[in-house]
């Protein structure tokens, strides 16, 4: 089957000349412009959700799931620094999910993260009948599964927490701790449909820890008071090797048909061992910037995937959005110190809200991720009318001050309309290295059934002499 992956000239603009061009500007070595976009092959239809982007060395992977004669499949496509598909990864540059019916009746991949060794563990969820569980598998640095791990040679696993019959356990990041174990979060479900936080560590060879939480090998985080869900969107490890799980706390409708009437974000911590930090216990934050008229006249705080880092001082910043206007929300973030309280050295009194532009009442956070030097980086996508999104990457010094060195001390937008056609704009999750930023994502067509494009957006020169970049235009399976 013959899948192509195709350079589009992208239209950038809001670009201050002046800035940084290593930071800020697209990398003319990578595709067209700093961009690639990737179309359906036959019988084929993207999705414009789950894609994902992981840096490894000088390769771009990105996540993404398409639907190929009926059947979605989760896969993994890796390009060098240039934007050519390196055909030499899994099956023509793609590692598929699949080959697991035997065992699961659907399967998908949302997240992912490589050790030091180019391994790649990925994260999502399988489906058997009506019940859902965690879903973890393994690749070597070929693309190539690792069959030896996870315990029934598939390169995969499930985590079941099964709250309640049918349950709904959902893997959504990761984290490797220094004994090599994989720590793995997500949600589970329990009564009247409140999500918990769900917490779970495999051992070397794929297998639950028994070492972990008392011998369960897992556990959930629940919040106190009156908060009845605890979503997680990341989870990352301190200097003494503690488990820190940051999220949001809902508080759904009294009537209990799970609209959130209040959300704010959350974080707890979990001893080396699985245990609750109890010196910690659960801290929330908010902004409630409204007042906002929706169902419960609450407003929603949300953390963003990836939202989470911890300092070598075991600080901890959560950066989401905040909503300001019935469809707008603007960035906000919150720096803790290591015992939970607000720091003072970030933004003044730790705590700060900064706006996509003056006129974006339209607006969303999706992903945050902070760079080596502590310059913290966010995508989202803006419309200033409603009609159509377009996609915005910002960044901000690590005391929450704008960068002056990235536009100025704004953010870049980009329109990835195709074929002359307006399209809304959705960046996945984000990666980023010193100096270097990849923004995954789709565009689709504004009709009743909309076509859509995977694109990739490298920001920042690429390190190394500068070579001639030869670009694929499809491969064979």
Known sequence: MRQTASAFIIMLFAIDCTANAADNSPDPAFGDNGTVIIEPGPNEELNAQFNVALLHDSFVHVINEIERDGKFISRVTRFDKYGSIDLTFGTGGHAELNGLDGFYDEYTWRNGLFDGDGTLYLVGDAKIGQNYDMLVCRLASTGAFDLGWGGIGTGCTTVAFDLVPLGADRGFTLALQANGRLVVAGSARSDGGFVHAAVARL???????????????????????????????????????????????????????????????????????????????????????????????????????????????????????????????????????????????????????????????????????????????????VSTEGAYYDVFVARMLPDGSADGAFDGGGAVYFDYSFDGKETDDSPGIIDVDLGRIVVPGAAATLEVNPEVRLFVTALGETAGEPEIPIFSDGFEE
């Open 203 to 381: 051992n070397a060879v794929g297998v639950i820890d028994a070492s972990f939480n008392a011998g369960t090998g897992k556990t959930t985080a629940e919040l106190p008071n009156f908060w009845l869900s605890f979503s997680p969107a990341a989870i990352a490890l301190d200097s003494q090797q503690r488990i820190v799980v940051a999220g949001t706390a809902q508080d759904p409708d009294p009537n209990f048909n799970l609209n959130a009437c209040d959300e704010d974000y959350a974080v707890t911590r979990l001893l080396p061992d699985g245990s609750t930090d109890l010196a910690f216990g659960v801290r929330t934050v908010s902004w409630d910037m409204g007042p906002i008229i929706d169902d419960c006249a609450q407003t929603k705080d949300s953390v963003v995937s990836g939202g989470l880092s911890v300092y070598p001082n075991d600080a901890m910043l959560l950066v989401g959005d905040a909503q300001f206007a019935e469809f707008g929300r603007a960035i906000a973030a919150v720096k803790l110190t290591k015992d939970g309280e607000l720091d003072p050295t970030f933004s003044g009194d730790g705590k700060l809200v900064r706006y996509v532009c003056d006129v974006c009442n339209y607006s969303y956070v999706t992903s945050s991720k902070v760079q080596e030097d502590g310059k913290i980086v966010v995508a989202g996508a």
